[in-house]
């Protein structure tokens, strides 16, 4: 007999957090973003990178160098240290 065990897919969620604005992102690959729609940010904003899967969050501070423009598809992230408590 086959071991059937059900499907299980997490929901994830990768996005830019950068004040009241929300950059939904497709991949994140070390330093650099794949955009999941377009965006308009300044170059040397800073932002909050979030990884959500099923509900559970982890967020890194990140420097967005060179901006965002709505022709780009890839933006490169410079990750910023976390500061000691």
């Known amino acids: 007999m086959s071991d059937i ?3 299980y897919s997490p929901n994830i969620l990768i996005y ?3 004040g009241e604005q929300t950059v939904r ?3 994140v690959l070390e330093n650099t973003a ?3 729609g ?3 940010i300044p170059p040397g ?10 509900g559970n969050k982890e967020s890194q501070r990140v420097l967005l160098p060179e901006g ?4 780009q598809k ?5 990750y910023i240290a976390k500061q000691a408590a």
Not at 68 to 71: D, E, K, M, Y
């Open 5 to 7: 065990r059900p499907s």
């Open 16 to 18: 830019l957090e950068i």
């Open 25 to 27: 992102l497709a991949d």
């Open 34 to 36: 794949t955009l999941y």
């Open 38 to 40: 377009e965006a308009e």
């Open 45 to 54: 904003t800073e932002a909050t990178l979030v990884f959500s899967v099923d």
């Open 68 to 71: 965002i423009t709505s022709s």
């Open 74 to 78: 890839e933006i490169p992230l410079s």
